[in-house]
DNA sequence: CGTTGAACATAACAGCGTTATAGTTAATCA
DNA sequence: TGATTAACTATAACGCTGTTATGTTCAACG
């Protein structure tokens, strides 16, 4: 990799980590990155092509995180383990969470490089949500269902951020959403238990 | 209401229903509007005064869909006509839901009064949602359980603005949707019924 | 009638993403 | 070696953003 890219995305990640979208100006990168302000502009695709790294980057820590390769827990803990990294990642990263799921500048929109990289991950989710489901389930059933975990649990994530999360503990709030998610997940391994003929 | 004040309020919505948080510029607002750009200012607290207005009206739409009145049905359809109302809302109203939910430009942050109108929201919420747990149930419980269905609908309203979304039918996102919350309400009415002594 | 105050238009400020222009440096090739 | 080419650089500008300072107009009130 060329030295001045490198060092234009190290700067962008830093100003992404410390001060989310608003701190990530083209001149701020440029400064920080020791390069003029043209430079974002022949190495990336501008603004547009740093957001892209950026959400690249996001959900490779996603994947990474719900990429288990497990046989010694019950697909209902792997699950559970998925949704925890899941959590912690929205945490940790929390500017590139934002941009993932469109909740930083409106401006954005990702490449279809950026979107094949989200849907690699969300195949992944699929593949580990649908351990709790009969093999023989057909590929838009086990879809639908990892639909309703990521909603769940994005759901949880997105509402931390919201004004109305004053009113519950915010230590809590990954709890919560662990919590909501056996349940979900119970409901479901019950409902097929009974589908299931024996 | 003082006229200028009326029309400036008019033109913001409109603009902000036809294109978003980006077509919502001060200079257009004004534009619209027949006043100067300074009359934002002086009619209201600039743009943060222009979207705290549009926040609180986009949480008075999604109150008044989940402030129902109704002893015909059961709690569960209750419940169940309530998001029903909440998924019109986010489709007819997105740039407003975008709005409330941080998913719009970041530069926002909602006012004491905007904050008020969104846990009256979360308030009535609470109400509804509660309607299937017993009665003795204490409020952190019952605030718990509408957390579980706001951020099940939320999470599929906000992914179906995402990348993702494409792998999925748009017409049945809603359905998929409130059969979600069907099954995770079920799963919580037959918990309880466990747990009630008879 | 004179004064006061509110709304007005114009223009400016700093910042944004982006690009045109022009200067500098390094490598390649005859 | 000397000339050409490509890639870097800085500077400045364009049109946009939110915001504000500066005057100006005009209607209401004592």
Known sequence: ????????????????????????????????????????????????????????????????????IDTKHSPREVILQGVKGYLKVADQYEAHYRLIFGESDSGY????????????AFSKLVDISSLILPVETEAAKKQR????????????????????????NPLEWNELALSAVATHIDAVISKYALSIPR
């Open 145 to 168: 269902f990892a639909l309703e975990i990521w909603a769940l649990v994005h759901g949880y994530v997105s509402l931390k951020h919201h004004a109305i999360a004053t009113l519950i």
């Open 1 to 68: 990799m060329n030295d001045a890219k490198s060092k234009i995305l190290q700067a962008a990640s830093e100003l992404f980590l410390e001060g989310g979208t608003p701190a990530l100006s083209v001149r701020a990168i440029s400064k920080r990155a020791g390069v003029s302000t043209i430079g974002i502009y022949s190495h990336f695709n501008g603004k547009q092509g740093i957001l892209d790294e950026l959400y690249i980057e996001g959900f490779e820590k996603v994947f990474s995180e719900i990429d288990i």
């Open 109 to 120: 929109a990702p490449s279809e490089e950026a979107r094949v990289m989200a849907e690699k």
